[in-house]
């Protein structure tokens, strides 16, 4: 079954067709909703949500552009709904004790973190930091577009977006630390 | 740059959801999509359709089955009475009768059986009901009738002659009482043989088939008594007895507390009771007068139970008691809650009660006080009026200006003649017009 026969049969709200969407996007929707939760279970919950916007809002897709990219525009949306939802409840960090320590390494080689890893680092950031950094570098908005979206200021966006740089540097310097140390120790 | 680390590595970087996660996303879509309309599947507004269809459906074949019912009851009053016979009952069946289980009665017939609704115990007593069939019996001279030992019966004009008496007088009836008060409650005793069957008429309209009824004479008056009694052989004799029932004093009196009671004053009964001849008051604190209304001076102050008991001539009694009634020494000083102080200017506030009818002057009404003193504070706290002297009140006006409008605290402390202290407080509105 084609991408577009899926998309036919869901905007037809075929059970079949959504349970096949489902087994085909679910992963990459999982891979994104991951980014911008703090543990698995929230990223499911984005997840799910995700996927009720995607079923009961298939007939939004125009099909003019690329369906992934629809995709992980609704589980992107899905999710800065859920962190605004959230909100209240987390606790915000927002003390300057994460100014810029760039006096580590400035460069990581690619293949030296796991995904696995570079989600983990993700995960344990303060949901702010994670949101900015999560769609100015990963999805490309700009500055300006996640102020927006996330209803912030703009240099609000900016600084949140180089702090959660900083924090990011030290916990993979740390990371770094602690694999050479064990594999040198091994 | 740490940017395009990321981007790189996790930017379709696919994560295998838990199977919960999978199993949750189709039961809510499930969920949903039932909610939603849609023609082409089973949803809410089918579920709904449905209910409402069977709703309809229930309620139709509901009000048809009250018709059917309406009907099945129709059936025994349309005039003919139909007695469903034991079939061991030994009946003499006349040539007209049908060989069925059921006899219809005719209306006409000179004897009925009657089942009589108001006596539901007797039907089911009498098993041994048997309807004389008498069709077409113009032929037949007389009636002798195969009259039960226990049946109901009622007769006929048309058949009273035929039916001798034999014996009359009152020799068969006992009563427990001849003569009482009302309600008079009257066991009567019947003392012919078991196996006759009799009717009791109580000469108030009320009647009775219980061999030893019981009977309650709401209202006063002469009543005579007639036990009809019907031996195995149908003959009938009649006995009757007179119940005399006098009519019931009704007790009722007035506590009358004079305005100004004094520690020497007395308090007026009057007494209200009717169809009585004497009466016996019990003032509660071991005082008893006969007087028709007595005045009574009690020695101190608490809670009385005060009754009359009036007798009528006949010798018939009402009691009524008024539980503590009179509490407290008579002593009282009371205030209103409002005023409308007089805007000409300030009166000082002397008043009396027949003069201050526009309620110009804020003052008590009392009885019995000896010591007073008033105070009126503002919502804020400051005393802006005082009195020591029960002929002055407050005339709404502190330091010669006419005081706002609203509400003021009063206070008084004091004491009755009796020693008694008293103190109350309260608010009181202050009103302009």
């Known amino acids: 079954m084609s991408d577009h026969q899926i998309i036919e049969g869901c905007s037809k709200h075929d059970r079949k067709a959504q349970k096949m969407l489902y087994d085909r996007y679910s992963r990459f929707l999982m891979g994104i909703c991951l980014r911008y939760a703090c543990d698995r279970a929230e990223a499911e919950d984005i997840l799910q949500d995700s996927f009720i916007k995607i079923f009961f809002n298939i007939k939004d897709f125009t099909g003019t552009g690329s369906f992934i990219g629809w995709l992980r525009k609704v589980a992107v949306n899905t999710a800065i709904t859920h962190y605004h939802k959230n909100l209240k409840f987390r606790y915000c960090v927002e003390i300057e004790e994460f100014t810029s320590t760039e006096t580590g390494i400035a460069s990581f080689e690619e293949d030296f973190f796991t995904s696995d890893e570079l989600y983990k680092v993700l995960n344990e950031l303060p949901a702010g930091y994670r949101m900015v950094f999560n769609l100015y570098a990963v999805e490309g908005y700009k500055h300006k577009e996640i102020a927006e979206m996330l209803g912030i200021d703009m240099n609000t966006s900016k600084s949140q977006y180089s702090r959660a740089k900083a924090v990011i540097r030290d916990k993979l310097n740390t990371l770094r630390r602690l694999k050479t140390n064990y594999s040198a120790d091994g | ?433």
Request: with cysteine; hydrophobic share 35%.
């Open chain 2, 1 to 433: 740059m740490l940017s395009e680390l990321f981007r790189q590595k996790l930017e379709n970087a696919e994560v295998i959801p838990s199977p919960s996660a999978g199993k949750a996303v189709m039961t809510r879509v499930g969920r949903m999509e039932f909610l939603r309309f849609n023609p082409q599947r089973f949803n809410i507004w089918y579920a709904g359709g449905i209910v409402a269809a069977g709703t309809v459906l229930a309620i139709i074949l509901f009000s048809g089955n009250g018709e059917e019912s309406k009907k099945v009851t129709d059936t025994p009053e349309s005039g003919k009475i139909v007695i469903t016979d034991d079939p061991g009952t030994a009946i003499a069946p006349s040539e007209n009768q049908k060989p069925a289980a059921r006899y219809q009665s005719n209306a006409k017939e000179s004897i009925n059986m009657l089942a009589v609704p108001s006596v539901p115990e007797e039907v089911k007593e009498a098993e041994g009901i048997i309807p004389v069939q008498k069709h077409n019996v113009p032929s037949r001279p007389e009636v002798t009738g195969t009259l039960p030992g226990n049946g109901l019966f009622q007769e006929t004009t048309g058949e009273k002659g035929r039916l001798r008496i034999v014996n009359q007088g009152s020799d068969m009836i006992e009563a427990s009482v001849t003569e009482g008060c009302s309600p008079l409650k009257v066991a009567f005793g019947n003392i012919a043989p078991a196996s006759d069957s009799c009717k009791w008429s109580f000469g108030d309209g009320g009647y009775s088939y219980k061999k030893n009824p019981e009977h309650i004479f709401d209202t006063e008056g002469k009543y005579e008594v007639t036990l009809q009694i019907f031996d195995a052989k149908g003959l009938q004799s009649v006995s009757s007895s007179v119940i005399m029932v006098h009519p019931r004093p009704i007790a009722r009196f007035e506590i009358l507390a004079g305005n100004e009671i004094g520690p020497d004053d007395g308090i007026s009964f009057i007494n209200y009771s009717t169809d009585a001849i004497k009466f016996k008051w019990d003032f509660g604190d071991g005082n008893t007068s006969d007087l028709l209304q007595p005045r009574h001076i009690y020695k101190s102050s608490g809670n009385y139970d005060i009754s009359l008991v009036a007798t009528s001539e006949n010798g018939c009694s009402d009691t009524l008691v008024v539980s503590n009634t009179y509490s407290g020494s008579g002593y009282f000083i009371n205030f209103p809650n409002a005023f409308i102080p007089n805007r000409g200017g300030p009166s000082n506030g002397y008043y009396s009660p027949a003069s201050d009818e526009a309620a110009h002057v804020f003052h008590p009404v009392y009885s019995g006080v000896s010591d007073y003193q008033l105070r009126i504070f503002s919502k804020l706290g400051m005393l802006i009026f005082e009195s020591n002297d029960l002929n002055i009140g407050w005339d709404g006006y502190y330091n010669g200006k006419l005081s706002e409008q609203g509400v003021y605290i009063w206070k008084v402390q004091g004491s009755f003649v009796n020693g008694e202290p008293f103190t109350k407080m309260g608010d009181l509105t202050l009103l302009k017009y």
